[in-house]
């Protein structure tokens, strides 16, 4: 029988998360964005909440959850600030993930723990200077040599590269020519301060201004060929497998940023007067608000949709991509709402909804953009 209602642990973890953001992240968060600081006391917590083994076994330190449960503390989290929903979500799915799914025993061993407990964070690098959409277009190298990966080339844009937590970044690298002549690409665990392996400055970005994004250069980088991440060869189908679980993620992401929106805006418009009345008395403005909670519970059902066929084990490739591109876009939509029922207000940085507008753009771009999303739903319904 379809039933989308919490159950009981999974409406526990929803509270605790929730009371989390309103009493923890939100009262300070405001402060770190303004100066494109990194919250690293704020994701500590996180940790100690379990919240970066949500999806993880507890052989390996993680928290006897499922991948669900991450995308419902996304939710909650984003609900009030998209930065620490992305610091986890990059953590977990991106950072984590790939090892859990295609490591080696002994690297599951030697990273999961400390990964699952929040005290190290991981990263994942698959875009390029030249280009992300075309992911298979990557020109960074690595040839083997003396039992080492010597790897060369750079990657843009990555989150979670340069924090006091990071410990290792996943890369993509071409490790060859296939039979066909195309690109064998591999992907290879890089330590953090392995020589070589440099970390940008942090970019100076429209939003998600509390969460590290970098680019990263390396220059004859020598890793042991142990490193090596699943089969060689594997790493842009490993990338692509781990790219649609996180498009479940970034949809519950958007739906706690558009959900952020219609909070914000029901206390705002019960408060703000014009013309002698509160201003939510007007339907033009009681309607703006209607429609963002119409976008923002649609969405929902469009995550939990997209996770349910996930954790039954059957194909989630489309649901994935509807629930992102739906859940993106109206997340973009909502913050435009709720600045326009702030006024003038809904301009200023102090203001949350500020923050939602400025980081909603992101979320019809990082790991997809909304045509790549198309192009993938359009494929799988046989057209375009
Ligand atoms: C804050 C932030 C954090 C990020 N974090 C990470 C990370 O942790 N790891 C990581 O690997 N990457 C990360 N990214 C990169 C992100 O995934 C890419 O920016 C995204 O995939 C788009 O790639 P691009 O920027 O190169 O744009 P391009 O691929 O150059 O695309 C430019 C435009 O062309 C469109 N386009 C491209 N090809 C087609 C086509 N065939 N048909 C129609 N339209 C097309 C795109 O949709 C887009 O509108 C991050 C990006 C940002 C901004």
């Not at 600081?37 to 940790?47: N, W």
């Amino acid at each position: 029988m379809l039933d989308y209602r919490l159950d009981a642990e999974t409406e526990a973890l929803r509270k605790t998360v929730r009371e989390f953001a309103v009493e923890v992240v939100a009262p300070q968060i405001g402060e770190f964005y303004e100066r494109d600081e990194f919250p690293t006391a704020i994701v500590r917590q996180m940790g100690e909440l379990g919240l970066f083994g949500l999806p993880f076994p507890e052989e390996y330190g993680g928290s006897v959850g499922d991948y669900f449960h991450l995308c419902v503390a996304l939710e909650e989290l984003a609900r009030v600030d998209s930065s620490v929903a992305i610091t986890l979500e990059a953590g977990v799915s991106l950072g984590a993930m790939p090892i859990y799914r295609f490591g080696t025993e002994e690297q599951k061993q030697e990273w999961l723990p400390r990964l699952c407990s929040g005290e190290a964070l991981g990263a994942f690098g698959l875009t390029e200077p030249g280009g992300g959409s075309d992911a298979g277009a990557t020109k960074t190298t690595a040839r083997l040599e003396d039992g080492h990966w010597v790897i060369n080339g750079s990657k843009a844009f990555i989150t979670n590269a340069g924090t006091e937590l990071t410990r290792l970044v996943t890369v993509t690298a071409v490790t060859g020519t296939r039979p066909d002549g195309g690109k064998q690409i591999s992907s290879i665990i890089v330590p953090s301060g392995t020589p070589g392996f440099a970390v940008g400055q942090r970019y100076s970005k429209v939003g998600w201004n509390a969460s590290d994004t970098r680019e990263l250069s390396f220059t004859d980088v020598r890793v042991p060929e142990e490193n090596l991440v699943g089969e060689r060869g594997r790493g842009y189908a490993q990338f692509l497998s781990i790219l649609d679980e996180g498009r479940v993620a970034i949809a519950a992401l958007s739906v706690g940023l558009a959900q952020g929106c219609v909070d914000e805006s029901v206390k705002y418009a019960a408060q703000r007067e014009a013309f002698g009345q509160p201003i939510d008395r007007n339907q033009a403005i009681a309607f703006m608000i209607a429609d963002m909670e119409v976008r923002a519970s649609t969405a929902r059902l469009s995550y939990y949709r997209a996770a349910e066929k996930m954790l039954r084990g059957e194909p989630f490739k489309r649901e994935a991509s509807i629930a992102k591109l739906y859940s993106s876009e109206m997340a973009m939509e909502n913050a435009r709402y709720a600045t326009q029922v702030h006024g003038g207000y809904g301009f200023m940085n102090e203001f949350p909804v500020a923050r939602f507008y400025r980081d909603a753009k992101i979320l019809e771009i990082g790991e997809g953009t909304s045509e790549v999303q198309r192009m993938l739903i359009a494929r799988d319904l046989g057209v375009g």
